[in-house]
Antibody, heavy 116, light 110 residues
Framework: EVRLVESGAGLVQPGGSLRLSCAAS????????MNWVRQAPGKGLEWISY????????YYGDSVRGRFTISRDNAKNSLFLQMNSLRADDTAVYFC?????????WGQGTLVTVSS | QSALTQPASVSGSPGQSITISCTGT?????????VSWYQHHPGKAPKLMIS???VRPSGVSNRFSGSKSGNTASLTISGLQAEDEADYYC??????????FGGGTKLTVL
């Protein structure tokens, strides 16, 4: 069974940093591209970052480029999102999701709250 | 990158069919056959319902179908059932090597 489990949620002050993790199991993690998608309270889904299977291609959405960094450790079947210079509008549930042209497996999400 | 345009809400009675539209531009929906649709019950993980415009993943009911014409993609659900009530999102690959979602459509089964 494919499983994606996000962790690292929490409350952080504006300007602070947080690192999210996504533990993958049930498939050959090193063979798949991965993404982070978020959903702010009461809002829709927003794609924020992509990383290819071997980390050779990385892309970001405009709202997080320059502040967030996606990475992965294929030996540990893990995906990461380093979030710096956090703002109130980064408050959201963050999902990790597997895929390239479409996202066929998703985690349950982890809540990040940016507030003073 | 602007979000793709979806109706905020649609509704239908059990057994009926509904269609949700997703309008983009030639830089996303119209330029690539990489449109996908997701079903999201709040508090749960989103579920892929359609990939590559019209491909139904294994395990997804054949009541769900997708299509595209120009810059607009569509999701049709036939034979509406109570469990279809959820939020639906379209998504497309873009010419900027990024992905963009629609604003989401809340489906109500009356």
């Amino acid at each position: 069974e494919v499983r994606l489990v996000e962790s690292g949620a929490g409350l952080v002050q504006p300007g602070g940093s947080l690192r999210l993790s996504c533990a993958a199991s049930g498939f050959t993690f090193s063979s798949y591209s991965m993404n982070w998608v978020r959903q702010a309270p009461g809002k829709g889904l927003e794609w924020i970052s992509y990383i290819s299977a071997s980390s050779t291609s990385i892309y970001y959405g405009d709202s997080v480029r320059g502040r967030f960094t996606i990475s992965r450790d294929n030996a540990k079947n893990s995906l990461f999102l380093q979030m710096n210079s956090l703002r109130a509008d980064d408050t959201a549930v963050y999902f990790c999701a597997r895929g390239l042209r479409s996202l066929d497996q998703w985690g349950q999400g982890t809540l990040v709250t940016v507030s003073s | 990158q602007s979000a793709l345009t979806q109706p905020a809400s649609v509704s239908g009675s059990p057994g009926q069919s509904i269609t949700i539209s997703c309008t983009g531009t030639s830089s996303d929906v119209g330029g690539f056959n990489f449109v996908s649709w997701y079903q999201h019950h709040p508090g749960k993980a989103p579920k892929l319902m359609i990939s590559d415009v019209s491909v139904r993943p294994s395990g997804v009911s054949n009541r769900f179908s997708g299509s595209k014409s120009g810059n607009t993609a569509s999701l049709t659900i036939s034979g509406l059932q109570a469990e279809d009530e959820a939020d639906y999102y379209c998504s497309s690959y873009t010419s900027s090597s990024t992905w963009v979602f629609g604003g989401g459509t809340k489906l109500t089964v009356l």
